[in-house]
Nanobody, 118 residues
Framework: QVQLAESGGGLVEAGGSLRLSCAASGGIPSNPAMGWYRQAPGKQRELVALISSGGFTKYADSAKGRFAISRDNAKNTVYLQMNTLKPEDTAVYYC????????????WGQGTQVTVSS
């Protein structure tokens, strides 16, 4: 069974930066897409960014220009560099693994809290 271990969340002031990491382990299928979703209190879970095994990326409009997703296929790890953070970025961030960029879900992480103070 695939397991996703997230790290890097925390408290940061508006305008600051954070880097999230997520390492996958277990029965990982070949060439999966990996990425990040987030869920703020009282809101639905939403896409932040996804990256395919070949490096193709997909971003939410709110993340474009501020966040950068990357991955290390040898380590089965995906990263999310978040810059110029805003209070509205405050949410629980979930690591996600799926078959392909537009394919079926495989696994979700437990989530890591990101809090941006104004």
């Amino acid at each position: 069974q695939v397991q996703l271990a997230e790290s890097g969340g925390g408290l940061v002031e508006a305008g600051g930066s954070l880097r999230l990491s997520c390492a996958a382990s277990g029965g990982i299928p070949s060439n999966p897409a990996m990425g990040w979703y987030r869920q703020a209190p009282g809101k639905q879970r939403e896409l932040v960014a996804l990256i395919s095994s070949g490096g193709f990326t997909k971003y939410a409009d709110s993340a474009k220009g501020r966040f950068a997703i990357s991955r290390d296929n040898a380590k089965n790890t995906v990263y999310l560099q978040m810059n110029t953070l805003k209070p509205e970025d405050t949410a629980v961030y979930y690591c996600h693994l799926r078959q392909t960029l537009y394919g079926s879900d495989i696994a979700w992480g437990q989530g890591t809290q990101v809090t941006v103070s104004s």
